[in-house]
């Protein structure tokens, strides 16, 4: 066990690139998987394998931990309750607040210390600069290990309540799945006419470029309750509709963009029941219809 060392649970395209990274900083690693196998290639790279979860987590302090949800955590670590005190669990798995403070109550009544994470990259693309990993949990135990874990990208730490890293991660992708869908659908609706996704992709990318300045704007009008008058939710309506007859003119699924025409016709019935403006906002933030 040193200041440079690590044990990393979870043997994921996640886990692997998080190995690879500290391998690749210099810092020591021994790794445990549920499928043992999997840890050959990381020992090739100059990995230590642990046989058993215990021997993972008396291997070091600082334990790593990259797996599908909070359950396999459980899964994981249950099974061996009394090796758990002393150490500090930096759990970088996705998952709900709530199944994320449960958990960090859950190791800290058996003497560990908790930190939540959320990478925002790829696996493949933990080295990008723009890459970075919500933290969360004991600013003092943030701190201790600030030099370890901000290898594996910069770190973004939100303070004492651990469900925050998950909140925030949660909410990033909140926007990105459903961009990345509607990415794919526009895809189909270019492919399916007949014409080249290689065209299409600049008009694509340069409509990513504005989306700062619509955020900033969107943003300001959420504070304000939402955006959109009477006229704006007709608009965004009519359109709505013109990208699903678009797409079902050539075959394509029409799903995601019914789901988003829908939005703004609730948001027109809401405003004609309650005789002003009701913007999609306010529906996305549940108040009363
Ligand atoms: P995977 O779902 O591929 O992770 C699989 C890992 O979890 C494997 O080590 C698997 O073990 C283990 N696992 C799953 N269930 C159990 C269980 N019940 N008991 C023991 N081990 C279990 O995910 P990734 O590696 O891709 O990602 C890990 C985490 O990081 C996820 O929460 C993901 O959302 C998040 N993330 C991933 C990104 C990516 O690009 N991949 C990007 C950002 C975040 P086994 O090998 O035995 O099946």
Redesign the pocket.
């Given at each position: 066990m040193s200041d440079r060392s690590v044990t990393v649970i979870?043997?994921?395209?996640?886990?692997?690139a998080m190995i690879r990274t500290f391998l690749g900083a210099g810092v020591e690693v021994t790794v445990w998987?549920?499928?043992l196998e999997?840890a050959d290639a990381m020992v090739e790279l100059g990995a230590t394998r642990a046989a058993t979860v215990a021997e993972a987590l008396d291997a070091n302090e600082l334990i790593v931990v990259?797996?599908?949800?909070y359950?396999?955590m459980f899964?994981?670590l249950g099974p061996v309750p009394d090796r758990l005190a002393g150490k500090v669990f930096a759990n970088?798995?996705?998952?709900s607040p709530a199944n994320t403070r449960d958990a960090g109550a859950w190791v800290r009544a058996r003497g560990g210390a908790f930190l939540a994470g959320?990478?925002?990259?790829?696996?493949?693309g933990l080295a990008n600069p723009e890459s970075y990993v919500f933290f969360a949990g004991p600013p003092t135990v943030f701190e201790k290990h600030r030099d370890l874990l901000q290898v594996l990208g910069a770190p973004e730490y939100l303070g004492d309540d651990e469900g925050l890293a998950q909140l925030y991660y949660q909410a990033v992708l909140a926007i990105f799945n459903p961009l990345l869908l509607g990415f794919e659908q526009a895809l189909a609706m270019i492919e399916r006419s007949g014409e080249t996704i290689e065209r299409f992709l600049p008009y694509a990318q340069r409509s990513m470029g504005q989306l700062d300045g619509v955020y900033t704007g969107f943003a300001a009008a959420a504070q304000a309750g939402g955006w959109g008058d009477a006229a704006n939710l007709r608009m965004m309506a009519a359109g709505a509709r013109h990208v699903i007859e678009t797409g079902e003119a050539v075959g394509v699924d029409t799903a995601l963009a019914e789901t988003v025409h829908g939005y703004w016709q609730q948001a027109i019935a809401a405003s004609e029941r309650r005789g002003h403006p009701v913007p999609t906002f306010a529906l996305m933030r549940g108040d009363q219809p």
């Open positions: 979870g043997l994921g395209p996640m886990g692997q998987n549920r499928s999997k990259s797996l599908t949800d359950a396999a899964d994981v970088l798995s996705s998952d959320g990478v925002m990259a790829q696996s493949d």
